[in-house]
């Protein structure tokens, strides 16, 4: 039945995400600081590149199990909650597959007003004394707010318009162009285009002009450092978001921040231009090679340590998808062991497992300082 499907969708993909951006703001958690950039990058991009794979062809507790993380812990931070089998469920009557991926688009809208929403509220409300305490002492960023919707939905927003915009070729008695998720549509028809010309618009305004004018910027931001210009209206609205995103950098590394935007394209790219599971690993191997040579090269970060916790997560980004390469052919060979396989599934635990003892590391040593700080002031006062 499709009567509840509306209700099972706000439930199971709208509530999470209220939940999660309620704590970000609450907690004014900036996504894009060095500590965070790279563990949410590698965080998405494995749920994109890994995920498919693994739905398809758990077998094994362990394939499962990587499947439960993906779908939990990974999802949450990608926005894509509403595919997870967990939550199987009938959208509405007569629903298609193109239904199913464009629903992403409500997410995403429906997550940018909620920010807009939340970060009025935790600045301008005043309802009472408790309200006050507890706004006045977390009071959220509105740059800290947009900038964490950015990066959490720039990867999923980009993923579903390639999945709608990429067509497929039919070579038959008669060729014939279709989409690629459903032969019974012809792509660009009357039906295709009523998803296909919002993906287009979302395609030019969002995913495409968001990385770029993060690449421009830092030609803007250095030519500024020797010329007394005044910043333009538009420079100015944006200025804050812009710094946000590129601060953690060096001064000559700044446009890395539209490279990291750019990098959650390449598994969308990717799996729209390969033909097969294998193919789509393989390139995705290579890709995921530069990346970390790339990055072992620049060093973009102010701070070595990020440029240090980066790389690590590049490494296991490289190797996970190396393994799951094997494992797929394995799978297909019917070759795969238990023991292989749990192996396999360990790589998806270390990137929450690495950011989690880097942060409280991070968090001991400022705790001590503070209490370095507080004891050195007692000292002084006596």
Known sequence: TCKYGILLYVLSELVPVTILFVVILLFDIKLTSGSLNGFILTVQILQLVQYGEYRFFQQTEAQKFSVLIFELLYGLLNLDLFHSDIFSFCLFKNANILDGIAIKYVTVAYAFILVVFLALVMNYCYCGKCCRKVYRKRRSSAVNAVSAFI?????QCAHTTFNILTP???????????????????????????????????????????????????????????????????????????????????????????????????????????????QYYILMELIFIVMLMI?????????????FLDGLLYAVLTLANGF???????????????????FQAGFYVFPPFIIAVYLSVKFYVQLKRNQEKTESVQMQNN
């Open 151 to 155: 990066v959490i939905s720039y990867a």
């Open 295 to 307: 990055h072992g090269i620049a060093q973009p970060y102010a701070n070595q340590w990020h440029n």
């Open 324 to 342: 799951t390469l094997v494992g797929f052919i394995m799978l297909i060979t019917e070759e795969a062991t238990v023991v292989y396989s749990w």
């Open 168 to 278: 497929l070729h039919v070579y038959s008695d008669r060729d014939a162009v279709v989409y690629t998720y459903y032969g019974g549509i012809l792509f660009f028809s009357n039906t295709h285009l009523l998803y296909a010309i919002p993906a287009i618009l979302i395609l030019a305004s969002l995913v495409c002009l968001l990385p770029l004018v993060l690449l421009v910027y830092p030609l803007y931001y250095n030519v500024r450092k020797f010329r007394s210009t005044g910043k333009s209206t538009c420079i100015k609205l944006l200025h804050p978001i812009l710094e946000n995103f590129s601060s953690c950098f060096k001064d000559n590394h700044r446009y890395f921040a539209g490279v990291y935007l750019l990098y959650r394209l390449l598994p969308s790219i990717a799996y729209s231009y390969t033909f097969t599971f294998k």
